[in-house]
């Protein structure tokens, strides 16, 4: 194997018929090798593309005897001279029009028998690629992501910087940062006992900056929340994160839609209209059931509640003599929703807990049949005719309490865009979600928690309402939505801290507790603090959606398992008794709290 070699001359993706006659020297990976009629084919791969080489026995023997010898993914540097391929040009190839005469071959480094085939034939699954990710992020389809990745990281930073942002680092060895997840701690070795938290989010970091003056700042930082991961979400994950000083919400909106707008020409070439929609969170849930609706298309809610007052059962009536409500989707005819999709769709329902799935449908002569029609036969013209409902539609009923309703319907809903095939391709439908309860009261432990976080500012005419009618008090925050995924959320925030004291009573965060957390935020809301607002936005799902990616596993060059380890490296690992007494810590047996 040779240790010196020489400096390649072009990339493999390089050489066109221009080049035709001149003497070029290649380095990269073996993608493929052939022999045909004597002569040893190898396609030769590095990240720009694939160069066919070609080795003649006649011209020098031992390069052919040592092309006949590689396999799949060996690292090589040839030496040789373009050629033009004549008749067998290949279409499919950037430099199919040329091949490269080989007269020296230097094998700079072997691969072993592959787990998996890293060009066109792979086939592998994840626990085997992210075991060997350096092989999975060698191939075409990953490095893709990871240069749009870099793409729209390089967006961000190029927009913020146009836009006199400045980026600083915030610290990673910190305390508690409420974003409302469980904290990493890291132990501290000089004052035993003390943790260290990793942070949720740069959140008062970057509120003590425009205290301190910054006026704009954006950093693109890691952030960790220690939750039980779904499958969205992983332990350590990137944030765009920005705050500017004397700003209404409009203005942060406004400068965000500008980076968006930079994002999809930049990664996709797309001009994305602006300002993008708005819509109230109250009418988002009304609607679709959800604060983050996909508006690419209809089925959307419809409130029967009234009507089903005139009727005789039991299922709707219950409920709203609790007080509760009873809305319905309507989905027009097609023959995809079969017995079995409707029934399978029931018992998804009554997994996540609803009582089941009343339905019916508008048979010919416009009566109900199926399902709930015997008890719903006396209204059902006025159904109909409030829902525009024609022969044909299935209409989806679910009873409950406004929230049980939404949560339902809203899986509903989901689902059944798939099964009617009704989520148009290549769509980007951007909508911010405004005007969110400043507080939601939690039943389970009786007290309220903040929508977004403690720092969110109510709404100016809603002060008064703080002490009295928390629970009604909206919040000046945004979300921005994209195709129904949550993509940045940010708020204006509290800027005086009397204000700052009442929202932590209000979310049962004593005096003594608020002092011992967030001192330093309330030191320095009394030395003169501007007014300010920000946002942050998670960069992994920029990238999963942009890319096209199924999951932010895809878009993460080392991710972790939804046990939040990481196949590659085997973390989190145990360490030794030494390191843990450097530590003053003891460790209990597993399974005992
Ligand atoms: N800190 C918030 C988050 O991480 C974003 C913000 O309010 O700017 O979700």
Redesign the pocket.
């Known amino acids: 194997m040779a240790i010196t070699y020489n400096k390649r001359t072009h990339r493999c993706g390089e050489l066109r018929a221009a080049n035709v006659g001149e003497d070029v020297i290649l380095a990269g990976w073996v993608n493929s090798s052939r022999d045909h009629g004597g002569l040893t084919f190898v396609d030769l791969r590095d990240h720009t593309g694939l160069t066919q080489v070609r080795f003649n026995p006649d011209q020098n023997a031992e390069a052919h005897e040592v092309a006949r010898g590689l396999h799949n993914e060996d690292v090589i540097t040839v030496t040789g001279k373009v050629v033009s391929r004549g008749e067998w040009v290949n279409p499919r190839l950037d430099t199919g029009e040329i091949e490269v005469e080989v007269s020296g071959i230097d094998v700079l480094s072997r691969c072993d028998p592959l787990p998996f085939q890293v060009n066109d034939e792979f086939d592998a699954g994840e626990d085997q690629r992210l075991k060997y990710r350096f092989l999975d992020l060698r191939r075409n389809e990953t490095q893709d992501i990871f240069r749009m990745r870099h793409t729209i990281a390089h967006a961000i930073r190029e927009y913020f910087n146009s836009q006199n942002f400045i980026e600083i680092e915030t610290p990673f060895l910190t305390k508690s940062?409420p974003?409302g997840a469980r904290d990493y701690l890291v132990p501290s070795r000089v004052r035993p006992g003390a943790f260290y938290a990793l942070p949720?989010?740069?959140?008062i970091f970057?509120q003590l900056f425009m205290i301190a003056g910054f006026d704009r700042y954006a950093q693109i930082v890691r952030?960790f929340r220690d939750e039980d991961l779904r499958a969205d979400r992983q332990p350590e994950f990137t944030?765009l994160?920005?705050?500017m000083a004397f700003v209404q919400r409009d203005d942060v909106m406004e400068m965000v839609e500008g980076c968006v707008k930079r994002i999809f020409k930049d990664a996709l070439g797309i001009d994305v209209p602006t300002p993008f929609p708005r819509m109230g969170e109250h009418e988002a849930m009304e609607r679709f059931g959800i604060d983050r609706p996909d508006t690419r298309y209809g089925l959307e809610l419809q409130d029967v509640t009234e009507i089903m007052r005139e009727v005789d059962f039991k299922v709707f009536r219950e409920p709203i003599e609790a007080g509760g409500v009873v809305k319905c989707i309507v989905a027009k005819g097609g023959d995809a929703l079969t017995r079995k999709v409707t029934d399978g769709l029931a018992d998804e329902l009554r997994g996540i807990g609803a009582g089941g799935l009343p339905l019916t449908k508008v048979a010919d002569g416009g009566e109900f049949a199926t399902g709930v029609a015997k008890f719903l036969q006396p209204v059902c013209k006025k159904v109909c005719e409030q829902l525009g409902a024609e022969v044909g539609d299935t209409i989806f009923f679910m009873p409950g309490t406004f929230a049980d309703v939404c949560k339902y319907l809203n899986h509903i809903r989901v689902r059944l865009a798939t099964v009617l095939d009704l989520i148009p391709k290549d769509r980007w439908d951007l909508l911010w979600v405004v005007d969110f309860p400043l507080v939601v009261w939690d039943e389970e432990e009786q007290r309220y928690f903040s929508t977004?976080?403690p720092?969110?500012a109510p709404f100016d005419e809603h002060l008064g309402m703080l002490d009295t009618d928390p629970g009604k008090v909206k919040a000046k925050?945004y979300d921005l939505v994209l195709n129904g995924t949550e993509m940045?959320?940010?708020?204006i925030?509290i800027h005086q801290q009397e204000v700052q004291q009442k929202v932590f009573s209000m979310l049962g965060i004593s005096p003594e507790e608020a002092k011992e957390k967030f001192e330093f935020l309330l030191d320095a809301l009394r030395f003169g603090a501007p007014p300010h607002g920000?946002?942050?936005f998670g960069l992994d799902r920029w990238v999963m959606l942009l890319s096209g990616s199924e999951s932010l596993r895809d878009v993460i060059a080392y991710p972790k398992t939804q046990r939040a380890v990481c196949p590659l490296t085997q973390a989190p690992g145990t360490v030794s008794k030494a390191q843990l007494d450097e530590l003053y810590l003891a460790l209990k047996p597993a399974g005992t709290k």
């Open positions: 940062t974003e949720q989010s740069p959140q970057k952030c944030q994160d920005m705050e977004h976080h720092f969110t925050a940045a959320g940010g708020s925030r920000g946002i942050a």
